[in-house]
């Protein structure tokens, strides 16, 4: 059983549109997030939502914005793609938001704008 | 605020050689501390954890101290193989977040 899946994989899309990516866990944790992972390998937080309550919100273009239709999914949505939006996404969920908690991520979503 | 810093890479190594990744973090408080393993392709996985000091992490034959002191957390393994080819990540949990440092790449050849 997959704990924390994304979809899509991949993502290529051109400059302006609009798209949306979906994740889900199945581990019963009440705390998702979404990272973004550039073209050399560094990891910055984007959002984290506790019990559907955005707790989280870094310095994040406001094109982006995330919704949590419940505790199981956490999905994002991007406006007026620009190239420099090019880079993996991946969700994550935990059991609570702060302390030892694992994080769990899921695959990630490659996003290519062209 | 809170940071980490890790060794800068790539790292390439022998099989059986001798791996440390060195790991030192800046934080308030009393933050957990983690290293997470990418394999190529793949999302994050948790290798190993500690909570406070002089606690050690374990997994698959890599180790890692939380040293309070030092305010570091190395990561090590005595014999690599093939597949620990991956790029490993130190990070540290505190206000809510996890901050992770920029990524350490290690190729290991046979």
């Known amino acids: 059983d997959t704990a924390v899946s994304q979809t899509p994989k991949y993502l290529v899309t051109q400059m302006g549109n609009d798209k949306s990516i979906k994740c889900e866990q199945n581990?019963?944790?009440?705390?998702m997030y979404w990272y973004k992972q550039d073209s050399k390998k560094f990891l910055k937080i984007m959002f984290s939502?506790?019990?559907?309550?955005?707790?989280i919100n870094e310095t994040v273009p406001n094109r982006f914005s995330p919704k949590s239709p419940d505790k199981a999914h956490l999905n994002l949505h991007i406006n007026s793609l620009e190239l420099g939006d090019s880079a993996v996404y991946f969700c994550?969920?935990?059991?609570?938001?702060?302390?030892?908690?694992?994080?769990?991520f899921g695959p990630g979503t490659r996003l290519t704008v062209t | 605020g809170n940071s980490v810093t890790q060794m800068e890479g790539p790292v390439t190594l022998s099989e059986e050689a001798f791996l440390t990744i060195n790991c030192t973090y800046t934080a308030t408080g009393y933050p957990s501390l983690f290293w997470y393993v990418q394999y190529p392709g793949e999302g994050l996985q948790l290798l190993l954890k500690?909570?406070?000091?002089?606690d050690k992490g374990s997994n698959k034959g890599f180790e890692a101290t939380y040293r309070k002191e030092t305010t570091s957390f190395h990561l090590e393994k005595g014999s690599v193989q093939v597949s620990d080819s991956a790029v490993y990540f130190c990070?540290?949990?505190?206000?809510?977040?996890?901050?992770f440092g920029a990524g350490t790449t290690v190729t290991v050849r046979a």
């Open positions: 990070a540290l949990r505190a206000d809510y977040k996890l901050s």
């Open positions: 939502y506790n019990n559907k309550e955005l707790i």
């Open positions: 500690a909570t406070k000091a002089d």
């Open positions: 994550a969920s935990s059991q609570g938001t702060g302390g030892p908690y694992e994080q769990y």
């Open positions: 581990l019963g944790h009440d705390t």
